[in-house]
């Protein structure tokens, strides 16, 4: 089985100031990697995604995380944040050949202007 | 044209009721998801069908039954609804096994 921690549910950030949440996993097999984000009163929307290659991976609205093996993390940063990226951030994973996706808890973010 | 499409959006009933969620997706993906959100916003997944086929069925009550009459559907049948039913319930879709998902649009449940 897989398990996912985000170590932060809560991030208040300036705008403007860059940011990073956290996300550590847990698995016995090779895994996929996301990060999905949720607008209030929204569905999941993908930010970016894990399957192979570069460790680095770029995705929407500015958004990069880089992949850990060692460490078995997925860390979320954009170097400069706006109101706009209020949101539910959750990071997720599911086993390479396996279905169905295992999410942490969600880091919510706060853009205090 | 919305990519994975869930009615209705809000569905509010009493206790003992049963209810219908649908979920269609119009992206020719073979796999289809249930998740629950619950109100801490935790995401778990219930169920998965590929190919109108049962793959993924999490611990969940057997008042839930999944229903996927072809590819590009998925519906959700709640009986004898409880108030710890209470929860927004997204539909998701995928080509099987690629690991990224569609979510729709979600249909928030209250039960009374």
């Known amino acids: 089985a897989q398990s996912v921690t985000q170590l932060d549910s809560q991030v208040p950030v300036f705008e403007e100031a860059p940011v990073e949440l956290r996300c550590n996993y847990s698995s016995s097999v090779s895994v996929y990697l996301f990060w999905y984000v949720q607008y209030p009163n929204q569905g999941l929307q993908l930010l970016l995604k894990?399957?192979?290659?570069?460790?680095l991976v770029k995705g929407i609205n500015g958004f990069e995380a880089e992949f850990n093996k060692s460490q078995t993390s997925f860390h979320l940063r954009k170097p400069s944040v706006h109101i706009s990226d209020t949101a539910e951030y959750f990071c997720?994973?599911?086993?390479?050949?396996?279905?169905?996706?295992?999410f942490g808890k969600g880091t919510h973010l706060i853009i205090q202007p | 044209d919305t990519a994975v499409s869930q009615t209705p959006k809000y569905l509010v009933t009493q206790m003992g009721n049963d209810k219908s969620i649908k979920c269609e997706q119009n992206?020719?993906?073979?796999?289809m998801y249930w998740y629950k959100q619950d109100s801490k916003k935790f995401l778990k997944i219930m169920f998965s069908?590929?190919?109108?086929?049962?793959?993924i069925n999490e611990t969940v009550p057997n008042r839930f039954s999944p229903k996927s009459p072809d590819k590009a559907h998925l519906n959700l049948h709640i009986n004898s609804l409880e108030l710890g039913d209470s929860a927004v319930y997204f539909c998701?879709?995928?080509?099987?096994?690629?690991?990224?998902?569609?979510f729709g649009p979600g249909t928030r449940l209250t039960v009374l």
């Open positions: 992206l020719g993906h073979d796999t």
């Open positions: 997720a994973v599911t086993p390479r050949g396996a279905d169905g996706l295992t």
């Open positions: 894990y399957l192979s290659g570069s460790t």
């Open positions: 998701a879709s995928s080509q099987y096994r690629s690991g990224e998902q569609f």
């Open positions: 069908y590929n190919n109108k086929e049962l793959i």
